[in-house]
Structures are given as structure tokens and as C-alpha cells.
């Protein structure tokens, strides 16, 4: 097929043509890598002979082959295959002879191509750069949508790309207007359509076309966060894209944008057509990060004019004034400490939001309860005087919504509970905002989806309310259960049969599983009475039984779950998963094998290595020592990887947890010690204080009691991970450490090597280990 397509990529038109280079195209967008793919019978790539045949075709009268012919050689272009380096000036050169085609759809391309090039190889078109602004800043004010949106990707492209700033600040008074007219939505847009004919939505169920399908995302214990995946982005058009432009720009150019975009806004904020105001304020939220410290003589005004905004005819002038002011947090919060005004304008803010919670329209409701989650998370502790009336407006909310903005007020919900903590717990607060919850709570039936984001709430506040929830928690366990029980039911049905199971809701599992998390957090020891009582129940098995099963589920993401879970049980109520420690301990090693640790088990891997440390401090040497050395040997590989090459909440879950194991079989570990001591000292030092480190510590000096030669060739790695305590709180670990250290110090003076052993410590560090342990440094 391939030598099909040379030859026939070699003529100007015809149906032959078009089919090759249609196929072509299909080929490099869904298998790019078999045009790099050597061919001895070619001499070469197909890559390496269709480039330049490809670009011949640049002058083909045909529309046609010009553009497909172009999107082959930019899609060739992502994966730099085998003769692209050598063409990309060519290649390069064939663009600028298309900038102006009468063919929207090639100038298009000639705009992806300029971009991505800035992205790949930005050197190559600095010599060309001023004229590349002109051209890009030209097209983005193209009548043809699709030329303008393409076009627009380049300025955050320039902008991230590292090119001196300078070169583009000159077309800056030309540029921000451009954007600022893209940002306008167009008279007659579906979207509007859409908005304004949903304002009277209170009361009116959505369609299940309407409502995204829910996704669960479970979290790996230590991990950071900055791995979330980030919110998809829907519709991308022209108006977001320059007002993502514009975002960028203020945050390489900063004030030196406000000269020319305040007057702009201004005029806008005052125009009587609402699609100006309502552009006006898409900028100023844009600009909110990237121009703050510019922007804050003119803050009151920014509130002054939005504020009044919220109250709008028109939904989409409400909806974008709720997400514009949320952009403003940060200003909100810290105000509250500024003095009245301050304060004022906080409550203000606040209030308008509420009321908009309560909006008539979808689009609204959905904005309001957005930045109101924005604002949550800011203020924290700091909304405990209106909490109330917060949850007033929620807890009314709950029975207005359908069932899409019902997801986004539960996680409105689920936000106040993190931000404000034991405060929701008070008697009045529980009275306001659970019996909606529970309403609902029992309309759904458990097959229904709408409950998993329900449950994924309730969750969210067991573990702020802690044992407010107590009266809750027998329901929300037996349904978890019986859930849990239902779906793998249904997995081991059709697994005998040899059969996928296409009707398994795993995500009811993944919810299941986390509830049951949160509610072994927040009751704390009060769990283990409660799964005593509810299994004694008829038809509710017992959970330690699902949990094993749920341990072995081929999903690592049940897996991930399930293990969070028994970790957060062997915490708070080890007997009742004391009877399948063992089990549970066996299905952990599994998952920490060599061939186990992948990219899509890297979680579920995480959170296997932190339960087997939580479950080891629990059961006790006895049941720990048949597993004690394959546990460690398997989590040492892990610690031993150089930073990056694997996530840093999984090396430190296994240097805590070979320090708990440490801890509970001192006798079977302290020999192989000087085998990995360096590598899990590093690891450790990195390590934020709190008991899981406490606990390694404690396994460290366990050991070194024991074998103490095995860290010498690690002294100075021992050193530095002793003094990476900012404070030790448990004096029997100090006491430890101060007993290992100064047991070195004397056998290493009677040899005299002590000096020889501290000399490759920084000042500081042999400053605090002094104080520390009452060494002579």
C-alpha cells in the first residue's frame, strides 16, 4: 500500500490522488507510527519518501490535495519522523506560500502548522517572527471561524514557547482589541439559543442525554494532588480560546496589558448591549491572576459594576458575573482581615451568590454554585458566621435542582464540609442541610446512577462531621455493602460463564468502597462497633469478606480503593479484619511485584504499599513474620528507583511501610539493612513529619540497634534524614535517635573517626544534629 501512495502521491489531481492522500491522512492520525516504520523493499521510510512528494503537492491547483496534503505533512510533523528534520525548511517555506490561500480550510492548516512549529522548533521562525505576528494577528480576525479559532491557539503558544516577550508587546494595542471583539458572543449562537431557552428550568427533570456520565476519582494516600486530571473542556470555540489567549498574554505582560484593555472594558461595562457587558466581564476574570497586583486600584470598581450584574436579564450575563467575581477569591478572603469595607464587600459577594444558587435558570445555578465551591475553598474557617444561611440556600437548592446541577451543588456541598470541618457538625447545621440528602437518599434506588454522587457527598461530610454522623452510619454502611456484594455478584456470575460482565457499574464499586473510607474517618473507633453490629444483620455480608474479593478485583482501580479502605479499617477497627489480615497482606505483596507496577497500577500499587504498613503495626509480629523479608525486598526496589522515574507517593509509602515492618520484626530486616539503608534513608528525609514517619523512624533505630555497622557507609544519609525532623513530638522516637547517634559518636571517637564521619555535613546540619542528640559536632 505504501508504494501505492508514493507513486501515486507523485501526480496533481484526480480521484486517485484524492483517495491516496485521504488514506494517508487517516493513516498518520490513527497509526503515526508505521510511517516511520523502516521498509527495506522502499530503501527507507514511508515517511522519508512521502515528505518531499507531499510537499510537492503544495502547488497543486487542487484544493484538495493542497490541504490534505499539508494536514499529512503537520500531523507527520507531532512525532518528527525519519526525513522531517531535514525538510522542516522546506516545510516551513511551503506554509508562508499558503498563508494566503483562497481556501479557508488550507489557511487553517497553515495556522496549526505555524503553531505547532512554535511549539516543536520556535528557533526556526524567530527570523520570521514580526511578519508571523502579522499574518496570525490577521488571522485571527478572519471572517472564517475555523481560521480565526486555529489562529488564536498561537499567542498562548507564543507565550509559553520562551521567545523574548518584546517582539510581540508592540502589536498589543492592535491584538487586545481583536481578541476582545472574539470574545463576544455572536447574535444569534446556539449557545444562547440554548441558555435563554432553559430560564424557567425549576422543577423540570433532565433528560439523561443531558447528563454526563458520572466519573469517581479515588485518591492514593501521600499523594499530592498534582496528578489530578483536569476538568474536560467542552465546546472549545473561538470566544474561549481568545479569551485563554488573553489570560496567558496577562500573565507574561502582566499591567503593561491594562493601558490598552481598561479603556475597552470600561466602555463595554457601560454598553447597553449585554453581550459588550457580559465580554467584559469574561476579560476581566481572564486577567484576574496575571494583572492582579495592577488591577487593585480598581478593584472596588471591578465589584461595583459586576455585582449589579448578578441581578441581569440576561442568564449568561448572570452566570459569567458569578464565575468572574470567583475569580477574585483570593482578593474576597484576604479583604476580611483588611477592616469594615472589607468585610462588606465579602458578605455582599457571598450573599449575591446565594442568591443565585437559587437562580431560574440551569446555566446560572451551575455558575453560582462553581464560584460559591471557589469561594468555599478560599475562605475555609473563615465563613463559619454565615455558615447557616450557606447551608439555607444549599439545603433548599437540594429539592429545586435537576439531576446535572445537583452534582455541582453536592460538590459545592462537599467543598463547605472540607472548608469549615467540625463546625458543620453543630446540632442546627446537621438539621438544615441532611434531611434534603436524605430525602434523596432514599428515592434512589441503589441500581440508580444518580445516587454515586450522592454517596461521593455524604462521604465528604463523615469525614468533617466525624461522630455527628454516627446516626447516619448504619444505613449508608448496610447499602455500601449490599452494593459491593450486588456488583460482584454480577462480576463472578458471568466470569463462570467465561463472559465480560458488560452491566458492572464499577463505579458503584469505586463509591462504595471510598464511603465506607470516609466513614472509617470520621467515626474513627466507633467503625469497628459498627461493622460488629451491622453484620450480625441478616442479609448483609460482612464486610472484611467483600473486601478481600474487592482486593482481587482485576481493576486497579478497585484495587486502589479496596486497599485504602483496608488500611483506613486496620486503623480504626482492626478486629473486625483481623480473621483475613493474612489474606489481605498476601493480595498487597501481589500487587508490589516487578511485573505489577505499571503505569495504569501505579495507585492501586501506592495504596497496597501503605496497607501493608497499617495493617503490619496492627496485627503484630506473629502474623507479619511470614511476610516480613518478601514485603521489604519488593518495597526496596521501589525506594531504590531514582527520583521521578516512579510517583514520589509511592516511595515514600514504601519507605514508611519498611520502617513499620522494620519496627514489628526488628530480628528479620536489621541483617540485610546495609543493602538498602542509603536509598531508604533519602527517601525518608523527604518524608513530611507526622506518625506514618514517627513509626519508619521507629523500625530505622529498631534496626540499628541491632546492626548498627550497616549504616556507616550511609552515615552522612543518616545524618541528614535525623535532622529532616522540623520537631519530633514522640519523645520515646527522640530518645531513640539520640541513643543511635550517640552510640556512634562514642564507638567512632574510640576509633577516631568521628571528625572524618561528620566532615561531609553542611554547617547547619551538623549544628542541628548537635542539638538534637547532644552530639560534639
Not at 514522640?730 to 562514642?746: A, D, P
Request: glycine share 6%.
Amino acid at each position: 500500500m505504501i508504494q501505492v501512495l508514493e507513486n501515486v502521491a507523485s501526480e496533481t489531481s484526480g480521484h486517485e490522488v484524492d483517495g491516496v492522500l485521504d488514506t494517508l491522512q487517516k493513516i498518520c492520525e490513527d497509526h503515526p507510527p508505521q510511517v516511520d516504520h523502516a521498509i527495506p523493499e522502499l530503501g527507507g521510510s514511508p515517511a522519508s519518501l512521502l515528505i518531499p512528494r507531499l510537499l510537492k503537492q503544495f502547488d497543486s491547483s487542487v484544493t484538495y490535495v493542497r490541504q490534505t496534503s499539508l494536514a499529512c505533512i503537520n500531523l507527520m510533523a507531532q512525532s518528527m519522523p525519519d526525513g522531517m528534520e531535514s525538510a522542516m525548511d522546506p516545510y516551513l517555506q511551503g506554509m508562508f506560500k499558503l498563508a494566503t490561500d483562497k481556501s479557508g480550510g488550507v489557511r487553517r492548516l497553515v495556522c496549526a502548522g505555524l503553531v505547532q512549529m512554535l511549539q516543536l522548533s520556535p528557533e526556526r521562525l524567530q527570523p520570521n517572527m514580526s511578519g508571523i505576528i502579522e499574518y496570525m494577528l490577521q488571522s485571527t480576525a478572519d471572517g472564517e471561524e475555523e481560521v480565526a479559532l486555529e489562529s488564536c491557539e498561537f499567542w498562548s503558544a507564543f507565550c509559553e514557547a520562551g521567545i523574548p516577550a518584546d517582539v510581540l508587546e508592540g502589536f498589543l494595542p492592535r491584538l487586545i482589541p481583536v481578541l476582545m471583539k472574539n470574545m463576544m458572543y455572536d447574535e444569534f449562537d446556539d449557545e444562547v439559543v440554548e441558555v435563554e431557552a432553559a430560564d424557567d428550568s425549576f422543577g423540570k427533570e433532565d433528560s439523561d442525554a443531558a447528563v454526563k456520565p458520572f466519573v469517581h476519582h479515588s485518591h492514593a494516600h501521600r499523594d499530592d494532588g498534582s496528578s489530578e486530571e483536569d476538568d474536560e473542556v467542552s465546546n472549545w470555540n473561538l470566544r474561549k480560546c481568545s479569551a485563554a489567549g488573553l489570560d496567558v498574554l496577562s500573565t507574561v505582560f502582566n499591567e503593561r496589558l491594562l493601558p490598552v484593555l481598561m479603556p475597552i472594558i470600561d466602555e463595554r461595562l457601560a454598553d447597553p448591549d449585554w453581550r459588550s457587558r457580559e465580554s467584559a466581564v469574561l476579560a476581566i476574570g481572564a486577567i484576574s491572576e496575571g494583572c492582579s497586583h495592577g488591577l487593585q486600584p480598581y478593584f472596588g470598581r471591578i465589584l461595583a459594576a459586576i455585582l449589579p450584574m448578578l441581578d441581569d436579564a440576561k442568564p449568561l450575563v448572570r452566570s459569567i458575573s458569578c464565575w468572574g467575581l470567583s475569580r477574585y477569591s483570593q482578593w474576597l478572603v484576604s479583604g476580611l482581615t483588611s477592616g469594615t469595607e472589607g468585610h462588606a464587600q465579602f458578605e455582599h459577594v457571598l450573599k449575591a451568590l446565594l442568591h443565585r444558587v437559587l437562580d431560574q435558570n440551569r446555566r446560572v445555578q451551575e455558575a453560582a454554585c462553581s464560584a460559591l465551591a471557589t469561594l468555599e475553598e478560599e475562605a475555609g474557617d473563615a465563613l463559619l458566621p454565615w455558615l447557616e444561611s450557606i447551608l439555607q440556600f444549599l439545603a433548599t437548592a437540594v429539592d429545586k435542582y435537576g439531576r446535572r446541577n445537583l452534582r455541582i451543588l453536592y460538590d459545592a456541598l462537599s467543598t463547605l464540609a472540607e472548608s469549615t470541618g467540625k463546625a458543620l457538625a453543630q446540632p442546627q447545621a446537621i438539621r438544615i442541610f441532611m434531611p434534603p440528602l436524605l430525602r434523596k437518599w432514599e428515592a434512589f434506588t441503589d441500581a440508580d446512577k444518580d445516587l454515586l454522587p450522592l454517596m461521593t457527598c455524604l462521604m465528604s461530610i463523615a469525614q468533617a462531621v466525624g461522630h455527628a454522623f454516627e446516626e447516619f452510619a448504619p444505613n449508608c454502611y448496610r447499602r455500601c455493602c449490599r452494593m459491593i456484594a450486588t456488583e460482584l455478584h454480577a462480576s463472578q456470575s458471568n466470569s463462570n460463564l467465561g463472559q465480560q460482565c458488560p452491566d458492572r457499574q464499577e463505579e458503584a464499586l469505586l463509591v462504595c468502597l471510598d464511603l465506607l473510607s470516609g466513614l472509617s474517618e470520621g467515626l474513627g473507633p466507633s467503625m469497628d462497633a459498627l461493622i460488629a453490629s451491622a453484620s450480625e444483620s441478616n442479609g448483609v455480608p460482612h464486610l472484611r469478606l467483600l473486601l478481600v474479593e474487592c482486593c482481587k478485583d482485576a481493576s486497579p482501580d478497585v484495587r486502589q480503593s479496596a486497599f485504602a479502605l483496608a488500611g483506613d479499617l486496620a486503623k480504626v477497627a482492626a478486629p473486625q479484619i483481623e480473621p483475613v489480615s493474612q489474606h489481605l497482606l498476601q493480595l498487597a505483596v501481589g500487587n508490589l511485584e516487578s511485573s505489577a507496577i505499571r503505569q495504569e497500577t501505579m495507585s492501586s500499587c501506592n495504596n497496597a504499599a501503605w496497607s501493608i504498613g497499617e495493617i503490619a503495626i496492627k496485627v503484630g509480629a506473629k502474623q507479619l513474620e511470614p511476610f516480613a523479608t518478601v514485603i521489604v525486598e519488593r518495597l526496596v526496589r521501589v525506594v531504590a528507583e531514582p527520583q521521578g522515574s516512579m510517583p514520589r507517593s509511592l516511595q515514600e509509602n514504601s519507605a514508611i511501610t519498611i520502617g513499620r515492618v522494620a519496627w514489628m520484626c526488628p530480628e528479620l530486616i536489621a541483617p540485610h539493612l546495609g543493602h538498602f539503608v542509603v536509598p531508604w534513608l533519602t527517601t525518608l528525609r523527604s518524608i513530611r513529619d507526622d506518625v506514618e514517619k514517627e513509626h519508619a523512624f521507629l523500625g530505622l533505630c529498631a534496626c540499628l540497634r541491632i546492626n548498627p555497622q550497616a549504616a556507616i557507609n550511609g552515615f552522612s544519609q543518616l545524618c541528614e534524614a535525623f535532622v529532616s525532623w522540623r520537631k519530633i513530638e514522640c519523645e520515646g522516637l527522640h530518645n531513640e535517635m539520640t541513643f543511635i547517634m550517640q552510640s556512634y559518636q562514642s564507638t567512632l571517637q574510640a576509633s577516631g573517626q568521628w571528625q572524618q564521619a561528620l566532615a561531609p555535613l553542611t554547617g547547619p546540619v551538623r549544628d542541628k544534629l548537635g542539638r538534637l542528640c547532644g552530639l560534639q559536632t
